[in-house]
């Protein structure tokens, strides 16, 4: 059994900064990829920012130069800086890590989601 959490959404004004988390937990050999989406009001799940196993990143251009991905491997986890925040990047944030697990192989995982609302 694995589980995924997600922290540190919230309410901040524009030009503000946000750090998500997401972390897993189970029987876990190694960390993929992993990656955030994001999905406001009425609108289609978008990829925010990917991270490979060789640390290679790719963001959506929306975000460059504002959003940071990285990870921590020893600990199965994935995380998002975010900074000058814009109200237009007010949406649910979730993450997708691709864990390689004891006999079944790699296998995909979705966070809850966390809330992220820019605003005065």
């Known amino acids: 059994q694995v589980q995924l959490v997600e922290s540190g959404g919230g309410l901040v004004q524009p030009g503000g900064s946000l750090r998500l988390s997401c972390a897993a937990s189970?029987?876990?050999?190694?960390?993929?990829?992993g990656g955030w989406y994001r999905q406001a009001p009425g609108k289609q799940r978008d990829l925010v920012a990917t991270?490979?196993?060789?640390?290679?990143?790719n963001y959506a251009d929306s975000v460059k130069g504002r959003f940071t991905i990285s990870r921590d491997n020893a600990n199965y986890t994935v995380y998002l800086q975010m900074n000058s925040l814009k109200p237009e990047d007010t949406a649910v944030y979730y993450c997708?890590?691709?864990?390689?697990?004891?006999?079944?192989?790699?296998?995909?995982?979705w966070g809850q989601g966390t809330q992220v609302t820019v605003s005065s």
């Open positions: 997708n890590l691709v864990l390689f697990r004891p006999g079944l192989g790699y296998r995909s995982y």
């Open positions: 991270i490979a196993s060789d640390h290679s990143t």
């Open positions: 189970g029987s876990i050999f190694s960390l993929n990829t």
